[in-house]
């Protein structure tokens, strides 16, 4: 009667999560199956055949020295993204907290830059440093508008970390928001009438309190700033001089536009392995952090 039970529940439990499980294994685990197998091969993405080439595509990835100069800048991009991202997301949320007029319009209209694509979002900021920050520097004698940040391979890589921090921030702010509105109000009301003032009740209280939603923030920065690719071709399409060519942005060009797929797929699984183990210490950090708060 157990087993029967048993097999009763089972059916159930396969009838709702079933064809989930089914579309999760075949869209993500078979592709990301067949992945590491092309690693091991010379596939060049069109062709029917392929030859086994063992560790070949490994090796090269070694040698590879613009991956890793890729991958140094997206190293530094998600650095500076993250920081920014989380500062002015958490303190966009701190003071729509607040008692102020219009908070939910100001809410929204941080939210808004979230919900335009990266392709819409990179021309719409390329003709802003193109055009309008240019006749602006030009009209009110401003220099460093004086030209445009695109033309200028220094520069041209602050106009993705600006752009990216003015995509997100408005995302993390909801988080934030949502999680200091869960500190309850007598632990601050009392903490004021101990005599704290606003910055020792931040630094004491809130902080702390947050640190639940500073891991999901910080992840999802994470999460976005190392697979960032739709922005980066739109906005400066790895330019000038291939000086804000970001990792996906090369393992895409590698795969697809060299014709080299097996030697690209295995870039990529690297990639994916760097942010593997980038996340879990993140996660085991934050954790550790919040245990101890």
């Given at each position: 009667m157990s087993s029967q039970k048993f097999f009763d529940k089972l059916k159930i439990q396969l009838l709702f999560s079933g064809p989930t499980l089914f579309a999760f294994f075949t869209v993500v685990i078979l592709p990301f199956l067949y992945g590491i197998y092309l690693t091991f091969t010379n596939w060049d993405g069109v062709s029917t055949s392929h030859s086994f080439v063992g560790m070949k595509n490994y090796l090269a990835v070694l040698d590879d020295t613009a991956f890793w100069t890729s991958l140094y800048k997206t190293m530094k991009y998600v650095l500076l993204t993250v920081i920014l991202i989380n500062v002015v997301g958490f303190f966009l949320a701190y003071m729509l907290t607040t008692e102020i007029r219009g908070k939910n319009?100001?809410?929204?209209?941080?939210?808004?830059?979230?919900?335009?694509?990266?392709?819409?979002?990179?021309?719409?900021?390329?003709?802003i440093f193109s055009n309008v920050l240019v006749y602006i520097g030009e009209h009110f004698k401003i220099g460093i508008f004086s030209s445009?940040?695109?033309?200028?391979?220094?520069?041209?890589?602050?106009?993705?970390?600006?752009?990216?921090?003015?995509?997100?921030?408005?995302?993390?702010?909801?988080?934030y928001i949502a999680g200091l509105m869960n500190i309850p109000k007598e632990l601050l009301e009392a903490a004021s009438i101990d005599g704290a003032n606003a910055f020792v009740r931040l630094r004491k209280i809130i902080l702390p309190l947050m640190v639940p939603s500073f891991i999901v923030c910080v992840f999802l920065s994470l999460q976005r700033g190392f697979m960032v690719y739709d922005l980066n071709i739109a906005l400066t399409n790895g330019g000038p001089y291939k000086s804000t060519q970001l990792v996906s942005m090369y393992v895409y060009q590698k795969a697809f536009l060299s014709q080299k797929y097996g030697a690209g797929q295995a870039e990529a699984f690297v990639l994916f392995l760097i942010v593997a183990i980038v996340t879990l210490i993140q996660v085991y950090v934050s954790k550790k952090r919040e245990v101890e708060a």
């Open positions: 319009l100001f809410r929204a209209g941080f939210f808004t830059p979230n919900l335009i694509g990266g392709i819409i979002l990179g021309f719409l900021w390329q003709f445009s940040w695109l033309a200028d391979p220094d520069k041209a890589f602050w106009t993705l970390v600006i752009v990216t921090t003015w995509q997100y921030s408005g995302y993390m702010m909801v988080i």
